[in-house]
């Protein structure tokens, strides 16, 4: 059965950077993008950009642009998320997902991040 | 960017029928889909395209709607569909959701 599984909760200072990462198995990770979705209780959620696993070629809304960077391991198929220059606003549960044609059919956990000094 | 809206919250019944709107600011066409979440766990698609349903999905729920008005309907509810509801476009870049509607059962 298809299953993304990320990387552990993080609690990071202000200014730091933070990468989490999300495995995907059953199915041929290549045939799907990943997208990474931010969640605040605030906001709600935000769609932050897709990675193709593939070809590694990204899309990032704009908002988050110089916020967060996506990057792919084919080998392991494993998607990861930097998130730089981290600010209290970054703290929010930061989900991927499977892309299949703009929807997001299967879901990570999720991943709290909380940026606090 | 696309504003979704939804509204905040609705309390139903077992055994009603409950409606939830969605609506775009501008057409999405077709590019709708429902979302349900519970406390503490992920999204969970519900329906794609509007008004198709996901595999695995019960046929409680259905959906409706093209353009900027759309509907996701669960008949009859039941004490298990206590969560909140999101819609998603994706016919507009970038990709985004409504605020979510909270279902509580009374």
Known sequence: QVQLQQSGAELAKPG????ISCKASGYTFTSYDISWIKQTTGQGLEYIGYINTGSGGTYYNEKFKGKATLTVDKS???AFMQL???TPEDTAVYYCARCDGGLFDYWG???MVTVSS | DTVLTQSPALAVSPGERVTI?????ESVSTGMHWYQQKPGQQPKLLIYGASNLESGVPARFSGSGSGTDFTLTIDPVEADDTAT???QQSWNDPRTFGGGTKLELK
Do not use: E, I
């Not at chain 2, 709107?21 to 600011?25: L, N, W």
């Open chain 1, 16 to 19: 730091s950077s933070v990468k």
């Open chain 1, 84 to 86: 730089s220059s981290l």
């Open chain 1, 76 to 78: 392991s198929s494993t």
């Open chain 1, 109 to 111: 956990q999720g991943v």
């Open chain 2, 85 to 87: 509801y999101f819609c």
């Open chain 2, 21 to 25: 709107s969605c609506r775009a600011s």
